[in-house]
């Protein structure tokens, strides 16, 4: 097992969690020639990607789509061999609802809808002309999302468009987000612009318009961490629970409690991808500033429930005709928002039926998620019933709760991800990503894991001589 890394025998390179960036990684390196044990704690692969499959409803536990939004996921969805399962949002779901004054009024999507809608006062649509002219902030100033959007935008596009937006990506605060850290492509669309709306136009102009498209399988997200761990194999091992990672001197010890027993191995490099917190109680031996990752311990996950209910269709007055609907603050409920689960993608309900995922808590509310199953289905129905006018007992239920849910880039964040830098600078063929340091999409996770992956292919070349390196793409020489 300890054996050093030859051409015939790869070198090995741990990989630490097994949710989607552990599993690209793991999955791009064997693409590269190069041998990847992934170790995983639970006894499944995907970490928040889940779903609970049940007569004929599916409640995806976690997130519900993934953002095609970069040529590098596309690709990397074809690659795995998922292209043909793609299962795009229906273009019924292209309208989306924000709660305003109780009632639904639908996002505008055209300039046109933007001048006619209802979800902006005259006031604050005019004022949106002025913002080309307003000036941008210092490149390096930490501003939170709120500061950053009344300072462009005004008073009701933060309450109206941004509070609920960040509600639903984050389940976040944006008096407490950082822009720079939170929403990085918002501000480096100022600094480079000097504005939202000529960069927006600038961005349309050279791209041909907005693109991305939103995603799921038939069988839910979880094909795609399925998929992986089907092409990696026995290099999975699931209920690992990696303990510790220490420099030696050929290589990194990852020590790791399997069934009650302790076991340790030697590896080229050690990739992690774990969540905050699981990263910051890791032992680090013989590793410069180590202990400087207990930080990210302070790094705020607040807890959040996601509710599925299923009702026939008689039952909603409303047409669902939508992806969901976003709930501001101001409008004082007790949710975050509904995914119009059965509009979105086809099999999520029976014949006949159809299934809302609503989110509870997040830092607006995190109370409301600890409340117990039957409180928490009293609390969706009321907010439904208001909302949708859904009537009577939903016929299927399922409650997943995230005790720490999404990690929030709150201001000063730079002091997170300055840890894991200095912890990296001092560690070579130790690679820190995962959600708490790239970005907490499914898309940013998967671009993480490639990075992790190019990192550790890298490390590999340098520290190997010339006759030992595998063949494959990434690994040559002549690829440095
Ligand atoms: C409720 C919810 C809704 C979301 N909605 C969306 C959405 O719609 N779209 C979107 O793009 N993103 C969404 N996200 C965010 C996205 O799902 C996550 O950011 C992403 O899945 C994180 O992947 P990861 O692999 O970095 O981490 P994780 O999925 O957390 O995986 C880490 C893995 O490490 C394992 N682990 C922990 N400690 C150890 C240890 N000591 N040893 C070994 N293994 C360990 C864990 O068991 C876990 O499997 C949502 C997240 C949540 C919680």
């Known amino acids: 097992m300890d054996s050093p890394p030859t051409a015939s025998a790869p070198a090995r390179i741990a990989i630490l969690g097994g949710g989607i960036t552990g599993l690209t990684a793991a999955w ?39 953002l095609e939004g970069s040529p590098e996921v596309a690709a990397f969805i ?49 004022g949106l002309l002025g913002e080309p002219f307003r000036g941008r902030s210092p490149a390096d100033a930490e501003e939170s999302v709120a500061d950053f ?36 492509k918002l501000h480096a669309l100022e600094q480079a612009h000097g504005s939202l709306i000529r960069g927006a136009l600038a961005r349309r102009n050279t791209s041909g318009g907005p693109k991305g498209r939103i995603f799921s399988f038939p069988d839910g997200l979880p094909e795609m961490p399925l998929a992986l761990a089907r092409a990696l194999g026995g290099a999975v091992r699931l209920n690992h629970a990696v303990a510790s990672v220490g420099r030696v001197p050929d290589g990194w010890r990852v020590t790791f409690d399997a069934a009650g027993t302790r076991g340790a191995e030697t590896f080229a490099a050690v990739v992690c991808a774990l969540p905050a917190g699981a990263l910051a109680a890791l032992k680090f031996e013989n590793v410069p500033a180590g202990d400087g990752l207990a930080i990210l311990r302070e790094i705020e996950h607040p807890p959040v429930a996601s509710v599925f209910t299923g009702f026939r269709r008689e039952q909603v007055a409303h047409p669902l005709d939508g992806f969901g609907v976003l709930v501001p603050q101001v409008e004082r409920r007790q949710i975050l928002g509904t995914l119009f689960s059965s509009t979105l993608f086809p099999g999520r309900a029976p014949e006949g039926c159809v299934g809302l995922t609503t989110f509870v808590g997040g830092m ?109 793409p990434g690994a040559g020489r002549q690829n440095r």
């Open 364 to 472: 607006r509310d995190p109370q409301l998620a600890r409340l117990d199953e039957a409180e928490l289905l009293r609390v969706v129905q009321g907010e439904l019933a208001g909302l949708f006018g859904a009537k009577g007992a939903p016929v299927f239920t399922h409650v997943q709760r995230w005790p720490r849910a999404i990690p929030q880039y709150t201001l000063g964040y730079q002091r997170f991800k300055s840890a894991i830098d200095a912890v990296q600078a001092g560690a070579p063929g130790l690679l820190i990503g995962g959600n708490a340091r790239d970005g907490i999409s499914l898309a940013n996770c998967i671009e993480s894991g490639r990075r992790l992956a190019k990192a550790a292919a890298e490390h590999i070349v340098r520290a190997l001589p010339a006759s030992d390196l595998p063949p494959g």
């Open 78 to 126: 074809d690659e795995i061999g998922l292209g043909p399962r793609r299962l795009y949002a229906a273009p019924a779901a292209k309208q989306r609802y924000i709660v305003r004054d109780g009632q639904l009024v639908a996002m505008p999507t055209s300039p046109g809808g933007f001048v006619g809608t209802k979800l902006f006062s005259w006031r604050a649509k005019l």
């Open 28 to 66: 791009t390196l064997r693409r590269a020639g190069l041998a990847p044990v992934v170790f995983e704690q639970s006894d499944r692969v995907g970490g928040a990607i889940g779903v609970v499959r049940r007569d004929g409803w599916l409640h995806e536990l976690g997130p519900n789509s993934l």
């Open 149 to 184: 959007v009344l300072r462009r935008l005004g008073r009701e596009f933060l309450d109206y468009a941004i509070n609920p937006f960040v509600g639903g990506v984050y389940a976040g605060d944006p008096a407490l987000l950082s822009v720079r850290h939170a929403f990085p």
